[in-house]
């Protein structure tokens, strides 16, 4: 297919948007503008000003949406995302390293950020941070020739929150072997290679994360802390001096005052944060002072409500004793505090179009269509376009849906110009005759919310809101992209240290002896080299890993290294596939068995099932999605169900358990969620009772804590049906 037309990165203005505050203190009101037209405007009215613009929404599921609208219309303009930790306050969870990796990547652009928009849901708003001096004065550059250290650098790399790993995979880890040092800066869009000549950098590299090869050479890099709080010496010994002050505890029995004093990094730090500092700071404090700020008309509400569960949860947590947390005014700012401060600042509320003062765009919602409509895309097509004039843009979610609406469009009478990007379609809008009697058709990549109209412009924008009759699914972009295939995780040499056995699919059991490079052919290149029987050598190059596999056999320095061109690894092999058949066979009958067997077949109403997971503040993980879609596969399946789900801990997987028992809830079924431990029970009941609140389903928890009455009550009622979903430990067992 030929390369698609484009245009220059900067589109020329499209609407007069209202002027904004000129000084500290005042404020407008903009009429919201409906769909996608908000981040048209915000990108309108950003290049036009002298500050840049910041959009607090309601919650972090508006920031994304709003961040990938902007992401379409701003060109050269920056847009910065400053994303929720996604974890409740002062839960025992930590963020997702790449969600730190952002925040930091973001912080330490904002103090000399002058033009351009930045995102964030009102709660992040709320937030204080670490001084703007720590990341100041902890970021470091590294340059070819510079003398390094490596043991000096690997105290500093843990002490700015850098995790040592055998092999780098995500932001904030480094890898350490013999004089390469790898390492995986924060806001970096790939990790870095660092070879050192004794004690001088001879090269820098970025690389793949999934085939270690190395893709760019490099003069310098910029390296930035990992974590929002240091953990040099100093720091800890700070932090330990303000838990003791601050709260009458034996420390002795206090699980963040001994890891931190052994060295290790506690689940949940965050939420201590404040004590890391003599005193902390807040977005307001990163800002430049004329920085415009531009809320949306639930934002603050929001904040309140925040605010509240904050409390709530405080009140909730604050008796335990061996785990002292902060009040929330030490964590967050308060909502008069908050509105204090937007007060003192520039700013505009977004509000309905009958707000007093506010002032219109000239931007107006995409024709509807009924849904109906839906079932026949053609018809749907054309009664969209009745009574357009203009230029119309079919905004599609991704190439692949794009191509799909021009074969469709192929089985009617309309033609459409497929374009690159929104600088292309105004580039092909402004080339068109001005007067048309029906309207012009684009066809366009651009993830939109939702359409809109500039009936100045003569512009119609649809989405897939309009053309498929559902929202597009909006998701953080991961800077390693899809989920890789679970089996391919057994491919890979994450935790792979030098001398361990390994597995080589044609050349049997060996020892990983490093990362060399070889000069093969007049080139360099990066292989691995493997240690076989009576020394012999094998050198794979990097992109022959699927080849490799790690040794699972008993003990590792006991692992029997057969000989390169022997017989031995074929006999194994041999002896090793007569026993999968064995196995396979008996696994055959089982699963027969069980085929024989007639399942629920328990399905969700799409619509309320919809609901419910757009209730769940976070943004799947893909791997998480994967999950919950193959459990609800299961259930609607006429066979049993047959699955583990398995995650590390604060990974997602009682949201999978969460909406597998609301479509079982739904379908009339009882649910028994069994959990090990009484304070799970009672931290799964607050959960499901949170998630649930809105929804007619019952739920009771079943522990020791409960009387032999109250205990005897819940299961008279559970035998009656008066109970939806059980929660509780072996006593529901037992019972």
Same mark, same amino acid.
């Given at each position: ?485 679970? @089996? +391919? *995780? /057994?491919? $890979? ?9 390994? !597995?080589?699919? =044609?050349? %049997?059991? #060996? ?117 919950? @879609? +193959? *459990? /609800?596969? $299961? ?9 583990? !789900?398995?995650? =590390?801990? %604060?990974? #997602? ?83």
């Amino acid at each position: 297919m030929p390369d698609l037309p484009t245009a220059p990165a900067s589109p020329a203005s499209l609407l007069t948007t209202p002027p904004l505050p000129a000084d500290a203190r005042q404020w407008r009101r903009w009429v919201q503008p409906p769909g996608a037209g908000l981040a048209l405007a915000l990108c309108e009215a950003a290049r036009g000003s002298d500050a840049p613009l910041v959009a607090i929404t309601a919650d972090s599921a508006a920031a994304l949406t709003l961040e990938h609208d902007l992401a379409v219309f701003a060109g050269d303009l920056p847009i910065l995302a400053l994303p929720d930790w996604e974890t409740l306050p002062y839960e025992l969870f930590s963020p997702h390293g790449e969600i730190v990796a952002q925040r930091i990547a973001t912080l330490n652009r904002l103090p000399g950020l002058q033009r351009g928009v930045l995102v964030l849901p009102a709660a992040t708003l709320m937030q204080r941070l670490a001084p703007r001096s720590y990341l100041a004065q902890s970021g470091l550059q590294l340059a070819r020739g510079q003398k390094l250290d490596l043991e000096t650098e690997t105290r500093r790399l843990q002490s700015s929150g850098y995790r040592r790993v055998a092999q780098v995979g995500d932001p904030g880890e480094f890898a350490l072997r013999g004089a390469v040092l790898d390492i995986y800066p924060s806001g970096a869009p790939l990790p870095y290679r660092i070879e050192l000549l004794d004690d001088e950098i001879d090269s820098l590299r970025s690389f793949d994360v999934e085939t270690q090869r190395s893709l760019q050479t490099l003069q310098r890099i910029d390296l930035l802390p990992a974590r929002e709080f240091p953990l040099t010496e100093e720091a800890v010994r700070g932090f330990r001096a303000r838990l003791r002050e601050r709260f009458p505890i034996d420390v002795r029995h206090c699980p963040v005052y001994q890891d931190l004093r052994e060295g290790s990094t506690p689940a949940g730090i965050e939420y201590y944060l404040p004590l890391f500092f003599e005193a902390t700071e807040t977005l307001f404090d990163y800002l430049p002072a004329r920085a415009i700020f531009v809320l949306a008309e639930p934002a603050l509400d929001a904040a309140e409500r925040f605010w509240q569960q904050t409390e709530a949860r405080h009140a909730q947590r604050a008796h335990d004793i061996e785990r002292p947390i902060l009040p929330p005014v030490e964590l967050y700012l308060a909502p008069q505090a908050l509105r204090e401060q937007l007060n003192r600042s520039r700013r505009v509320e977004l509000c309905a179009a009958d707000a007093a003062h506010a002032q219109a765009l000239d931007i107006g919602a995409a024709p509807q269509v009924q849904a109906a409509a839906h079932a026949n895309p053609a018809q749907m097509l054309q009664t969209l376009l009745q009574g357009l004039r203009g230029c119309v843009l079919l905004a599609a979610d991704s190439p692949g849906r794009r191509e799909m609406l021009r074969e469709l469009l192929t089985t009617t009478a309309l033609n459409a110009e497929t374009l690159a990007d929104w600088p292309a379609f105004l580039a092909w809008r402004d080339a068109q005759v001005p007067v048309q009697p029906a309207p012009r058709l684009a066809l366009s990549v651009a993830a939109l919310s939702a359409g809109f109209s500039l009936p100045r412009a003569g512009i119609t924008v649809l989405s897939e809101q309009e053309l498929v009759g559902e929202r597009v699914r909006q998701e953080r972009t991961r800077r390693r992209g899809a989920a890789r295939d679970p @089996e +391919a *995780v /057994l491919r $890979d040499l994450t935790e792979l240290s030098i001398g361990a056995p390994i !597995v080589h699919v =044609d050349h %049997g059991v #060996g020892r990983y002896l490093g990362l060399i490079t070889l000069d093969v052919g007049g080139s360099a290149g990066e292989f691995l080299a493997l240690e076989y029987a009576k020394g012999d050598k094998l050198y794979v190059p990097v992109a022959q890993l699927g080849l490799i596999s790690r040794y699972s056999g008993a003990a590792p320095e006991l692992a029997p290294l057969h000989s390169l061109g022997g017989d031995t690894w074929e006999r194994v092999k041999r002896k090793a596939a007569e026993k999968v058949r064995d196995a396979a066979a008996e696994l055959l009958g089982l699963h027969a068995q069980r085929a024989a067997r007639s399942g629920a077949e328990l399905r969700a109403d799409p619509a309320l099932y919809a609901q419910f997971a757009a209730s769940f503040r976070f943004e799947e993980t893909p791997d998480q999605h994967t999950a919950i @879609e +193959a *459990v /609800l596969a $299961d259930m609607a399946a006429p066979a049993p169900m047959d699955r583990v !789900v398995c995650g =590390d801990v %604060g990974f #997602g997987k009682t949201e999978v358990a969460l909406r597998a028992a609301f479509v079982a809830a739904l379908a009339g079924r009882q649910v028994a969620v069994l959990v090990p431990t009484t304070l799970l029970a009672q931290q799964h009941w607050q959960n499901f009772r949170d998630r649930m609140a809105d929804w007619p389903i019952r739920i009771e928890a079943l522990t020791r804590f409960q009387s032999r009455g109250d205990a005897l009550t819940v299961l008279q009622r559970l035998a009656c049906g008066e109970i939806d979903i059980i929660i509780g430990t072996h006593r529901l067992l037992q019972a």
